[in-house]
């Protein structure tokens, strides 16, 4: 969804702009702010204040003839209908969906714990603690941190390239800091968007916040200013040298990853085709990436072996998915594995995936009866109907 909102930041300038394609570039526009809601709607939040920010701070061709207010309104009207489409379709998904009465109950995982804005149902981060995560939420796969080293030496080549960029030619200076005004005005709002939104909207919208740094990082990253061709260079030589120095912690933490998990890729081998299986992931933690990495892992069986998990994101109340017939019974939440109980939810399933203690503590008798071992792997089993 980023890098599709850029594209609907440029083509709505386009819009703008050209005047001989105008509602060519609007219809890209409205196609483009259509793909966005449907990656992602929190960068299609971003949009609803990104392009009218856009619009009162770019001239068109028309301004420069002095015509009345009614008639220069006209030229930006291609680009005020191309979000028509994206605004129909969020109002209808999001506002008519969301605005609908929610299921309240107060602290449990997937349900609103009171009016859609209420004080209760607003999960809050401060500023001193958003202030703090900014950085690691930019890199923070590794548990060792040696991915995070890197942010430094990024630091130090924008600062490099900021400074090569101010060398400009006087006839060019004027264009270069109004287009950088114009990002920074951007990346402001995007940071302001991370600063000032919630943590969580429950049972609505999770992580609301947090996925703003990625966005404010990337357009401040744009932020440096055109560079001279020897400028240039130099950029993009410091550019393939911090990537380099990236790809040697990914590289070995990946691999490390790769051997770590070998045990959920025999167990999911192990399968039958169509399993119908119960995740019972105890310990969703890597010792090698960070992140509850684990914690879907019977998805993967689904997905290795066609069929379905007990949890997918069409249960919550704020996905467009549902299910055609009403789902298999389930825990209230995929962190909460110690809520299933065989008797209720076990006919439904005939694969239970088990990562944490050894499975003979979950089934006792029933192994060797009902159910039998499939596959073990460390600390990951797959048990199956006999």
Request: charge should be positive.
């Amino acid at each position: 969804a980023l890098p599709l909102a850029f594209f609907a930041c440029g083509l709505f300038l386009k819009a703008l702009g050209d005047a001989p394609r105008r509602r060519a570039w609007a219809a890209g526009v409205a196609a483009c702010l259509l793909a966005v809601l449907l990656m992602h709607v929190q960068a299609f939040a971003f949009l609803a204040v990104a392009l009218p920010a856009l619009l009162l701070t770019t001239h068109v061709p028309e301004d420069a003839t002095g015509l009345p207010f009614r008639a220069r309104l006209a030229p930006r009207l291609p680009a005020l209908a191309s979000v028509l489409p994206g605004v129909g379709l969020f109002f209808a998904w999001v506002v008519l969906r969301a605005g609908a009465p929610a299921e309240v109950e107060a602290g449990a995982p997937w349900k609103a714990w009171g009016p859609m804005l209420s004080p209760q149902n607003l999960a809050w981060k401060s500023f001193a603690q958003n202030r703090e995560d900014l950085l690691s939420l930019l890199a923070n796969q590794l548990q060792d941190g040696s991915d995070r080293a890197v942010l430094g030496w990024v630091g130090a080549a924008l600062a490099v390239a900021w400074a090569l960029g101010l060398w400009a030619p006087p006839e060019e200076k004027t264009r270069r800091w109004t287009g950088l005004a114009r990002l920074a005005l951007l990346a402001a709002m995007a940071l302001g968007l991370y600063f000032l939104l919630p943590f969580d909207i429950r049972g609505y919208m999770y992580y609301l916040n947090p996925r703003f740094a990625h966005l404010a990082a990337a357009l401040c990253v744009l932020l440096v200013p055109t560079l001279r061709p020897s400028g240039e260079v130099a950029l993009a030589a410091a550019g393939l040298a911090v990537a380099a120095a990236l790809s040697v912690p990914l590289w070995r933490g990946y691999a490390a990853f790769s051997a770590e998990a070998a045990g959920l890729r025999e167990v999911t081998a192990a399968a039958q085709p169509k399993a119908r299986t119960f995740g019972l992931v105890f310990n969703a933690a890597s010792r090698v990436v960070t992140h509850p990495v684990y914690l879907h892992a019977a998805a993967r069986v689904a997905r290795e072996q066609g069929g379905y998990a007990n949890f997918s994101f069409a249960l919550t109340p704020h996905s467009p998915v549902k299910y055609a017939r009403p789902p298999p019974p389930t825990a209230s939440s995929e962190w909460r594995p110690q809520q299933f109980n065989y008797a209720t939810m076990g006919p439904s399933y005939d694969h239970f995936l088990v990562k944490g203690p050894p499975p003979e503590r979950l089934f006792g008798p029933l192994l060797g009866t009902e159910l039998e071992v499939a596959a073990r792997a460390g600390d990951v089993a797959l048990l199956r109907r006999r």
